[in-house]
Nanobody, 132 residues
Framework: QVQLVESGGGLVQPGGTLTLSCVVS????????VGWFRQAPGKEREGVSY??????????TDSVAGRFTISKVKVGAQNTAYLQMNDLKPEDTGVYYC???????????????????????WGQGTQVTVSG
């Protein structure tokens, strides 16, 4: 079991940059992959990016590919996942969540990496507002 805590949200102008952080804690945190999701007002939660437990094979949805970069690093005993967001657009506005699927989870399809129902552990979310 793991716990996830996001930070780094805020208000930014279109074209700006924000970097979100997600601290993944727990005795077995090394073994959990991380996905980033977002939810705009009145819309369903959608996946935007995913990375494996080892911090490899990053993947992105089409709407953020080329603008967002996901990473997962371990410094000392702490695992942290990052989502660097460049060239932000008003449509990127929403509450951003990091989440982890069950340990060792195998996704049946590539698209399943972006399906919220595949994830068991969630952070509390951080607000990102792109407006100017």
């Amino acid at each position: 079991q793991v716990q996830l805590v996001e930070s780094g949200g805020g208000l930014v102008q279109p074209g700006g940059t924000l970097t979100l952080s997600c601290v993944v804690s727990g005795i077995t945190a090394d073994y959990y992959a991380v996905g980033w999701f977002r939810q705009a007002p009145g819309k369903e939660r959608e996946g935007v990016s995913y990375i494996t437990s080892s911090g490899s094979r990053p993947s992105y949805t089409d709407s953020v590919a080329g603008r967002f970069t996901i990473s997962k690093v371990k410094v000392g005993a702490q695992n942290t996942a990052y989502l660097q967001m460049n060239d932000l657009k008003p449509e990127d506005t929403g509450v951003y969540y990091c989440a982890s699927p069950p340990r060792g989870h195998i996704f049946r399809t590539l698209g399943a990496r972006f399906d919220p129902s595949e994830y068991d552990y969630w952070g509390q979310g951080t607000q990102v507002t792109v407006s100017g």
